[in-house]
């Protein structure tokens, strides 16, 4: 049982890293921010502050989303081109963590097969840090032999995952800080 238990651990750290690679090309966009208005509107400032919050939980569910899309099949890409692709959507700890797990699985002749589903449970924004809570779907995902392509997991349907993010301080964009499985279902 205590093997199950490790191999989930590792297989989430592994998928961690993989996801962040795929999302690399579908990041980056660049938005202007609203400039504001020159006439009094007593209802605008409401409305702009709850429009505020309401794209900046987007851009930060857009970001843990884009985590995993790059970062599940990272490694399926040349060794040398890793550390770019999830630096694109991660920064450190978990840049490191997913590095490391990903050179792990490599060593091990492991790769990752499927894809997970996020389904955001809740957003918490405060200031330039998010924390998301997200109830996974892995049912179609897990390790498999790197040579034959024999599968040795598969992820479960509702598996929950906290992640932290922060807002990049060079860029602007959010970016995965730790991700933690903290077990159980959800």
Not at 18 to 38: D, I, K, Q, R, V
Not at 83 to 109: E, R
Not at 112 to 139: E, F, L, M, N, P
């Amino acid at each position: 049982m205590s093997n199950i238990g490790t191999n989930r651990r590792r297989l989430h750290v592994i998928l961690a890293g993989t996801f962040a690679m795929l999302l690399t090309g579908c990041s980056g966009e660049n938005n202007p921010a609203p400039s504001p208005s020159s006439s009094p509107n007593l209802s605008a400032p409401s409305q702009a502050a709850t429009s505020s919050a309401q794209d900046e939980r987007a851009a930060v569910e857009t970001a843990y989303t884009q985590f995993w899309v790059s970062t599940f099949h990272a490694s399926d890409k040349p060794e040398n081109t890793w550390h770019d692709v999830v630096a694109a959507v991660a920064v450190d700890p978990q840049l490191t963590t997913t590095l490391n797990a990903m050179q792990s699985q490599k060593q091990a002749g492991i790769k990752v097969y499927g894809d997970v589903t996020a389904r955001i449970v809740s957003v918490q924004i405060t200031g330039a840090s998010a924390k998301v809570v997200d109830c996974q779907d892995g049912s179609r995902a897990g390790q498999a032999d790197a040579k034959t392509g024999d599968r040795k997991t598969v992820g479960v349907p509702r598996n929950p995952v906290n992640a932290d993010l922060k807002r990049d301080s060079a860029d602007g964009r959010w970016k995965v800080a730790q991700v933690t499985f903290p077990g159980g279902t959800c």
